[in-house]
């Protein structure tokens, strides 16, 4: 391994977690009231990995979170957790004050599931699918269904493997809305569709969203649809949950500071708030949770020639954030060289 | 949500149904052929291997595939997740998986009793032999097999960590085959033998429903 990016990673993981831990204590406090989703040290191993790691995690009641993180992280798990099918190794998840693993039916009805992928019965129709749902809860909206099939004129009679990944979606968002649930949860909901089925899929859960005290929490990797629903954010990183704030003070919480150094570093050295950094030739750029005069004096200590603080939007705080330190890639060290 | 599960296990397992039922209707067919050539053999050919072995690969198999159709192919589409976030709750699911399966061996039963009965009437004319002669050996087998269903549901249902399990249609095979059929006053232990067995295999499933994770 490049020691470089070695030394590099490991400084900069714990830094992540100070950076984490930084943005959750900073973030205001949140409204008292009930809270939909509660886990308490939330563990689950695969094999020798452990993929979710003591995860605390509270949803207040009509909020729109969103679960974020690099493949891997630890969401869908999590949210399987949450829906009883992953039984925990350790911690606890409590979802509408019932344990998880152990809910009644009744709860379960105010509960619906977007999963990844859409798991549906490929073989029925819409209509087929509608008919097999509809029985499994006690209240069911007609008119709910209707609503959404005919907001995207999906052909009812059509087996569900003829249909389109965002039809299937959508298909499935409309089998979600029409229990009327509490909670609604959606497992990378969006992911495999284009850019117009994913703008129109938002936008009907906006609609759904609007209605009063239902909870929403979903995961997902495209950060401008984040930014365009969910209130909150939480971003897991390798099992941990690093970020626990509202979007817009994450948003805030980071700056990029490019500088251009009169030659280049081996490596930066550690600062409290340094969250990553990247060099390319005599550019450094450094990533800094809440900068402040702290961290202005050490990038002035750097001796920079030149540099820029940027603000970052959502999805490249999310980048920057969750990418750790990059050191010098091997292709562009040799491009260096040959300059 | 009984009657919608119910639709859903009949249309998936009617294809591996009907397969059989094809196969089984051929079969006969070829053997009350076969018989009619030989004037001797008129009526034995239910007492007959090449009738009574065909049959019973035939139930066989269809007893693995309901198994693993009812259990695997949740597992292949994702649609596990997907069901047992309805809130009937995942013991529930299973009951009436294993009731609409059995439901469906009942109604293999029938049919294959069915289409005997004619096989023997279309051959005899209205006269048949005793019936309880006749058709020992098609009950035999159909008491028997369905702890293969249950042995095949299991090992699908369960994941490869504990490799006992995988062998379960091939102890149910085994027990059915060579065992159970041929015991001594098969009617009254083949039947016992077969709850017994089928019992401990739904508590197996239960347990094993119950701590795995459906991912």
């Known amino acids: ?71 891997g992280a630890g969401k869908s798990t999590t949210i399987k957790m949450l829906m009883g099918l992953v039984h ?50 006690p209240v069911w909206h007609d008119d709910l269904v209707e609503q959404v099939i005919e907001h995207f004129k999906l052909p009812r009679k059509r087996r569900l493997y003829r249909l389109s990944n965002g039809q299937r979606a959508q298909v499935s968002l409309a089998l979600a809305v029409a229990s009327d649930p509490k909670l609604l949860i959606l497992d990378d909901p969006t992911i495999g569709l284009d850019t117009v089925v994913r703008r129109d899929f938002l936008e009907s859960m ?134 | 949500m009984f009657r919608a599960m119910l639709r859903k296990e009949i249309i998936e397992l009617a294809a591996p149904f009907l397969l059989a039922f094809a196969a089984l209707a051929t079969v006969i067919v070829e053997a009350v052929s076969r018989s009619r050539r030989h004037f001797d053999q008129q009526g034995a050919w239910m007492l007959d291997d090449d009738f009574v072995y065909p049959f019973l690969v035939i139930s066989l198999c269809l007893a693995v595939v309901m198994g693993l159709v009812q259990s695997l192919s949740e597992d292949v589409q994702g649609t ?52 309880q002669k006749l058709f020992d050996p098609v009950l035999r087998i159909l008491v028997c097999v369905p702890v293969v269903y249950l042995g095949a549901f299991l090992t699908a249902l369960r994941r490869a960590n504990w490799f006992f399990s995988r062998l379960m249609p091939a102890v149910g095979v085994f027990v059915c085959w060579f065992i159970l059929p041929y015991l001594p006053a098969w009617w009254i232990v083949a039947p016992l033998a077969t709850a017994g067995f089928g019992a401990v295999l739904i508590a197996l499933m239960f347990h094993v429903a119950s701590s795995r994770d459906f991912a």
């Open chain 2, 80 to 131: 596990w997740r997907y069901v047992l976030s309805f809130p009937g709750g995942w013991r529930r699911i299973l009951k009436l998986k294993l009731a609409c399966g059995l439901a469906v061996w009942l109604c293999w039963g029938g049919v294959a009793v069915a289409l005997s009965f004619l096989g023997m009437f279309v051959e005899l004319g209205p006269a048949p032999e005793p019936l």
């Open chain 1, 206 to 339: 906006i609609q759904i969203i609007q209605q009063e005290g239902r909870t929403i929490l979903f995961s997902s990797h495209i950060l401008s649809d984040v930014d365009r629903v969910a209130d909150h954010i939480g971003i897991m990183l390798d099992g941990v949950l690093r970020v626990d704030a509202p979007t817009e003070r994450f948003r805030d919480a980071l700056r990029k500071v490019v500088v251009e150094l009169p030659a280049p570093l081996p490596k930066p050295p550690d600062c409290p708030g340094l969250t990553s950094w990247a060099q390319t030739g005599n550019r450094l750029e450094l990533v800094f949770v809440d900068f402040n005069e702290i961290h202005q004096s050490y990038v002035d200590s750097l001796t920079p020639t030149t540099q820029d603080v940027l603000e970052l939007n959502l999805e490249d705080a999310f980048v920057e954030y969750t990418r750790g330190a990059r050191g010098i890639m091997p292709s562009f060290v040799r491009e260096v060289a040959h300059v």
């Open chain 1, 88 to 137: 925990p190794d350790f911690g606890s998840a409590t979802v509408l004050g019932e344990d998880a693993h152990n809910m009644t039916p009744e709860t379960r009805a105010q509960i619906s599931w977007v999963g990844e992928g859409h798991p549906l019965y490929r073989w029925m129709t819409i209509d087929g699918a509608i008919r097999f749902a509809k029985p499994f809860y």
């Open chain 1, 1 to 71: 391994m490049d020691p470089v990016n070695e030394s590099a990673n490991a400084g900069t993981t714990d830094a992540a977690a100070e950076q984490g831990r930084a943005v959750q204590e900073a973030g205001p406090e949140r409204v008292s009231g009930q809270q939909p989703v509660v886990t308490d040290r939330l563990t689950k191993y695969y094999g020798g990995s452990r993929v979710v790691n003591g995860l605390n995690l509270t949803i207040e009641e009509g909020s729109v979170y969103a679960l974020l993180g690099r493949n």
